[in-house]
């Protein structure tokens, strides 16, 4: 049973949510404002967090921020206005792994909240580790380092990062690291993976560029000379 | 900005009143001048040496002439015209033919202490002469050459004087109309801007002035700023309504998840439903995207787009969503450019025309593209029975649709206009024409680079 936590002030939502996620076989934990959801996101040990960006108290985005800074790699879908462009982009800056727009086709969340789930360390593909280019990676404890210094990865970054380095110094286009770390291909203009992996790099002790872009096709993994 | 009044002091009226009324001064009193300018005579000259000589032997002998009365020739043809005697009843005796007009200036002369000479009308006065106490003056007629060019040099005089008022005056009155003429000019300027949707009309120090010149700058700041107001409000009020319409939305595509029933939805009602919820959401996203781009809160982007890449792209995605379009979308043509521009408005723009195409007509779609110079030509172009002439422009209104009746079925009535004012976004725009093949084709038209 995957345990969820939903941070929502539209309570009539979190009901309906709180069934079709119990049908698919996932536990939903509703809170509805921002302060008591930062709480509940620090003491429990949830898989996923759905975060509504909307919210009283503190809003989505900084609730996101406290979380993050707490050193929480928990996987948070955010639920952002439709066209809200900056808040997506943000929320993606400040460690969201996925962003749904309001409103929803419920088939759709729950696809996106299983390809969130799906990589939870213990059902990894490849559980063999993984070294190139300073970086060391483990999936079984979901453990990385870079130049021996550990570094704390989201989920989503985590399997970027993974799936580079399984093809290393190879292209891996942009749809099949989407593929890989938010289980969809990505939709026209979608900048997300773009923002997961500017994060990976702000993370990096030293060498950024060791994650090569190669324009408007993909990202490669090269060794640092 | 306070509404303030014009005083009547510092109205415009008023000080129009005081230029007007200076102005019929200036123009009576020049007109008055100039009058006396052309009738005052030439000044007396010093006597000319050859009249002197002709007259100073006859007129020095007392004795000879003393009885020398006004009309009598002296010699030649001098005649006595004045004479001022120095005793006897009428002192003053001058010639009847000489008008009176002159009566001052032959008094002056009289009185002069040495002869002078001075031509009159058609005459030359010469003199005073003494004779025994007693002043005479005489006179000549004047020569011809001498009346020449004393007319001549008379209309000169009288010609410069009259271009120089002309000018002057012409002058003034182009300084006085600038003064009047230019603060309406600005006015018209900033009215224009303001009916194009300008806020902050440019108006520069107009809305200082004290008169009513100023007075109708200050409303018209007023005013440009209520209508940018109420205008915003308006399209606010849309795009609020919106957003407050997509929390229950949310709520009901959820709850229609929850009621679908158990066979995966053959039940009609149930299909409608959905079909009605989807389409409320498109027409909220569609109202959203359409006030974000009248009120440019969208960021543009501008990078390299390959239009013909977009344009591949746009019919594989259209296609993988729905096989059976992939017969009738073509992509014509190999020289797609380059734009330098914001590739999800340019998509947006194309997935809005091709839609458009598939829900209403039949037949095949053609994608092309025409480079003009710095611009070029998206063309859409279907093959149905195209638009009455007459309803092109109508296209582009929000919520308009084709004939319900024929496509109960069909869009929002909104992706023109979305498609319009994103054109619109890059400095484009978009325009539509009945082929002359047939079929409509639409035309976006962008330039290559948009700042």
Redesign the interface.
């Known amino acids: 049973m995957s345990k969820i936590l939903l941070i929502d002030d539209d309570v009539e939502l979190a009901g309906m949510l709180k069934e079709i996620l119990t049908r698919e076989g996932m536990t939903l934990t509703a809170v509805e404002d921002g302060e008591a959801g930062l709480d509940e996101a620090l003491r429990g040990d949830y898989e996923l967090i759905l975060l509504d960006v909307m919210l009283p108290g503190i809003d989505g985005l900084q609730l996101l921020q406290r979380l993050r800074q707490q050193h929480r790699s928990t996987a948070v879908l955010m639920l952002t206005a439709r066209g809200d462009d900056e808040d997506r982009v943000t929320g993606l800056e400040l460690g969201a792994d996925d962003y749904l727009a309001k409103p929803f086709y419920p088939k759709e969340l729950v696809a996106r909240v299983k390809a969130l789930l799906r990589r939870s360390p213990n059902t990894s593909v490849t559980p063999e580790k993984l070294a190139y280019s300073g970086f060391d990676l483990d999936p079984t404890t979901a453990e990385v380092s870079c130049d021996q210094q550990s570094l704390i990865l989201t989920p989503t970054e985590f399997d970027i990062l993974r799936c580079l380095m399984q093809q290393p110094d190879q292209l891996v286009s942009k749809d099949q690291l989407s593929v890989a770390a938010l289980g969809r291909k990505l939709a026209p203009f979608d900048r997300s993976l773009d923002v997961h992996i500017s994060n990976i790099r702000k993370k990096l002790p030293s060498n950024p560029e060791r994650i090569q872009t190669v324009r408007g096709r993909g990202y490669r993994l090269v060794e640092m000379p | 900005m306070k509404l303030r009044r014009t005083r009547w002091y510092n109205s415009l009226s008023l000080r129009l009143l005081v230029l007007f009324w200076a102005l019929l001064l200036v123009t009576a009193s020049s007109g008055f001048l100039l009058a006396i300018w052309n009738t005052e005579q030439v000044r007396p000259q010093p006597l000319a040496a050859e009249i002197n000589q002709i007259l100073k032997p006859l007129l020095s002998d007392n004795s000879t002439f003393g009885s020398l009365q006004t009309g009598r020739l002296v010699t030649g043809d001098y005649r006595v015209v004045a004479k001022l005697a120095s005793r006897g009843k009428q002192r003053l005796n001058i010639a009847p033919d000489l008008s009176e007009r002159y009566t001052p200036l032959v008094l002056r002369m009289l009185d002069a202490n040495s002869p002078q000479q001075m031509p009159i009308s058609d005459r030359l006065l010469v003199g005073p002469y003494v004779l025994g106490g007693d002043r005479l003056l005489l006179a000549r007629p004047l020569r011809t050459e001498e009346l020449i060019d004393r007319r001549e040099a008379e209309s000169k005089q009288r010609e410069a004087r009259t271009t120089t008022l002309i000018i002057g005056s012409g002058f003034l009155a182009l300084l006085l109309g600038w003064w009047l003429i230019r603060p309406i000019k600005r006015l018209i300027r900033a009215t224009r801007e303001v009916a194009q949707g300008s806020a902050e009309p440019k108006l520069g120090r107009l809305p200082k002035r004290s008169d009513e010149v100023g007075e109708l700058a200050r409303a018209l700041v007023t005013t440009a700023v209520d209508l940018a107001t109420s205008r915003d409000a308006q399209r606010r009020l849309l795009s609020d309504v919106s ?1 407050e319409l ?2 229950p ?7 229609m ?2 009621l679908e029933p158990e066979d995966g939805g053959s039940n009609v009602h149930w299909q409608q439903l959905t079909r009605d919820v989807h389409r409320l ?1 498109t027409i909220i ?1 569609r109202i ?2 359409l006030s ?1 781009l009248e009120n440019g809160l969208v ?1 543009m982007q501008s990078e390299a787009v390959d239009s013909g890449e977009l344009v591949a ?1 746009l019919i594989s ?1 259209l296609c993988y969503a729905d096989p059976s379009c992939s017969d009738r979308l073509k992509q014509v043509g190999e020289q797609w450019p380059t734009l330098q521009s914001d ?2 408005l340019v ?1 947006l723009i194309l997935e809005n025309l091709v839609r458009n195409a598939l829900h209403y007509t039949d037949g095949l779609i053609t994608l092309s593209c025409d480079i003009d110079g710095e611009r070029c030509q998206l063309l859409v172009r279907d093959r149905g029975p195209g638009v009455p002439d007459d309803k092109i422009e109508q296209l582009f209104e929000p919520f308009y649709r084709g004939d319900p009746a024929r496509h109960h079925q069909a869009g929002v009535g909104l992706g023109l206009a979305l498609s319009q004012r994103a054109a619109g976004v890059m400095k484009g725009s978009v325009s539509a024409r009945n082929h002359p093949q047939g079929g409509l084709e639409v035309i976006v038209d962008l330039p290559l680079k948009c700042a």
């Not at chain 2, 939305?249 to 709850?255: E, G, I, P, S």
């Open positions: 957003h997509r929390s939305l949310a709520r009901m595509q959820v709850a998840d929850l959401g996203d959203l995207s974000r960021n792209k995605d590739p999800e998509r």
